[in-house]
């Protein structure tokens, strides 16, 4: 069955240091996104891809990076972690426009 | 004013009792409207998709959509303890991709 994994499921760092969290899926989907989950916000999309080489700031983009060299992957880096970016990280696919997302499980970051 | 406005709760029932999870928002532009559910710890998964104002049932869940009041709806009827979980509203424009979602509400289904 195709999915969408995240890796590591759990990390903690310190703040200045560079970290970055693993997204793979296996749908083929084009649009891939970032959103980072926080009590009393909800989900808030951090960056997005509609396809390789494609990446586009979200509401809440400041201190993280993406790259997208392939279909498969997203990988979000943090320059310099910060204690405000303790969080939970969702990764999530999407085959097109109007389709819904399809989620990972999270990766729960806590920086120190 | 957040875009989409969403009661945390929690909001606890009774097994087998009807629950109601609303959500109101602010641009009249939204199209699309999910509800989605999260289990603790797992990412959130499609639970409901409708388009523009109307009713849509599956099984023991209806969602409605009122876009004259800009408010949606998740029914649950006959609730179970494996619906605790948190339910979260999510809506997007014309083109659908990039969803606003509501804080998410707790519901807690006691047996």
């Known amino acids: 069955d195709a999915e969408i994994t995240q890796s590591p499921r759990h990390k903690i760092t310190e703040t200045g240091r560079q970290v970055t969290l693993a997204c793979h899926q296996t749908w083929n989907h084009n649009n891939m996104f970032w959103y980072r989950q926080d009590l009393g916000h909800g989900l808030r999309l951090i960056h997005y891809?509609?396809?390789?080489?494609?990446?586009n700031k979200g509401e809440v983009s400041d201190g993280y990076s993406v790259s997208r060299s392939n279909t498969e992957d997203l990988p979000l880096t943090l320059e310099s972690a910060a204690s405000s970016q303790t969080s939970v990280y969702f990764c999530?696919?999407?085959?097109?426009?109007?389709?819904?997302?399809?989620f990972g499980n999270g990766t729960r970051l806590t920086v120190t | 004013q957040k875009e989409v406005e969403q009661d945390p709760g929690p909001l606890s029932v009774p097994e087998g009792a009807i629950v109601s999870l609303n959500c109101t928002y602010s641009n009249s532009a939204f199209q699309y409207f999910m509800w989605y559910r999260q289990y603790s710890r797992k990412g959130p998964e499609l639970l409901m998709y409708t388009y523009s104002s109307g009713n849509k049932e599956d099984g023991r869940f209806t969602a409605q959509v009122d876009k004259s009041s800009k408010y949606i709806s998740l029914f649950i009827r006959d609730s179970q303890p494996s619906d605790s979980a948190t339910y979260l509203c999510?809506?997007?424009?014309?083109?659908?991709?990039?969803?606003?979602f509501g804080a998410g509400t707790i519901l807690r289904v006691k047996s």
């Open positions: 891809s509609y396809g390789v080489q494609d990446t």
């Open positions: 999510a809506m997007s424009g014309e083109y659908g991709n990039k969803l606003v």
């Open positions: 999530a696919s999407q085959r097109g426009l109007n389709s819904p997302l399809h």
